[in-house]
């Protein structure tokens, strides 16, 4: 395939040299000379573990040159990459301007084009830049999107000192588009590639670099807060997170990472609460760990305002133990949210199968008739009859026809803490989708 790379950085350079060795035709672009220069000499515009010798050989093969002219580039290309630069700004957003100056420079270029042509934005961008582009190119091209061009989100997940290596070794390749034809087209391009290809929504696809380098940034955060703890104490840290990671059932794993409701029951606020009380008593400030509760806190108090900006007074719980299969009611967030909405005068109406008042027992039955004495007069085992005396029902547990339930009950409102469809209704809301 004939390809064009917008932006010779980090990016676009490895982009080239890993495209041209698997055999595409690649020309650069670039309004820096030197770098334009340096790449029709055969030599990279940076410093990567191999990347040398792939521009050396791509050059050799006459696979790969650069130039300033962006018309050339697209004329002769089917594809166009943008991989320029995006950085911050001082308020802490995307400077894209960079990316917006490349999407005008290939609309300028479309004048003159009747061939269909596919843009490929690899840079790291804002959700909605991709419906953006299309629209700049729209207004200098006076083509059409999907018509004359198509727009595809592909972000890269590459690593300095390893970027060659990564580029051919993803843990997965995204590709976001609206249209079909573009998106088989830029999935070829990874044929080669041992990695599964995902073919996703386009802010989906905007959105996942943010997520995946924020979730590095707190992970690297937590264990530094952890081997600060660990030091002040003379345990081995490293030893102390080489077990943490043995752990790939629920440590390193997709265990947890879902949105929903927020965390309970006995053991991990007790001993996140440990933890932090153990920082202080060593005088350690951390930060991450410190601000979980603040933020689980935050997630229920979210809750509450979506059922109190409802208007509703009568409310069905569907769930109350702090997990689905089990009776334990101790710290679960539904106790809090029941306490809360009875004590300020709401008709409350409870379902959960799991729960048995006549067989709670020693602390679970003593925390509960701390928080809510009178729950036996709120519970109930009769599903239809909490929903039918109910304005407003909240989703707490998975509930079997779930979905059923919602469609039979148009008027009712539904509040979704744990993601019980994946269907829109008007009378459903979840609390984080």
Known sequence: MKISVFGLGYVGCVSMA?????????IGVDINRNKIDLINQGKPTIIEKDIDVLIKEASELDRINATNNHVEAVLNSELSII??????????????????????????????????????????????????????????SGKTRNKHFAVVSNPEFMREGSAVHDYYNPPITIIG???????DKVSSIYNDIKAPVKHVAIEEAEMIKYVSNTWHALKISFANEIGNICKKMGI???HVME?????????????????????????????????????????????????IEASNKSHKQQALRMVESSGKRKIGILGLSFKQGTDDLRYSPMVEFTEYFYGKGYQIKIYDNSVNMSRLIGMNKDYIQSHIPHLSDLISDDLQMVIRQS???VFAHHIPDAEEIISLNPDKHFIDLVRVTNNKYVNYEGICW
Do not use: W
């Open 177 to 183: 588009s609206d249209n079909s034809f573009a998106i």
């Open 83 to 140: 991989s320029v630069g995006t950085p911050p700004t001082n308020e802490g957003h995307l400077n894209l301007n960079f990316i917006f100056s490349v999407a005008e420079e290939i609309g300028d270029a479309m004048l003159y084009k009747d061939d269909f042509h596919i843009i490929v934005i690899r840079s790291t961008v804002l959700p909605g830049t991709n419906m953006n582009v299309g629209r700049i190119i729209e207004k200098r």
């Open 391 to 393: 304005e407003l029902i």
């Open 243 to 291: 077990i943490f990671l043995m752990d790939n059932k629920l440590n390193i794993s997709g265990a947890y990472l879902k949105p929903g409701f927020a965390y309970g029951g006995s053991c991990l606020p007790k001993d996140l609460k440990g933890l932090v009380t153990m920082a202080h008593d060593h005088y350690i400030h951390t930060p991450v760990i410190e601000n």
């Open 236 to 238: 081995d840290s490293f």
């Open 18 to 26: 890993c495209l041209a060795q698997n055999g595409h035709s690649v």
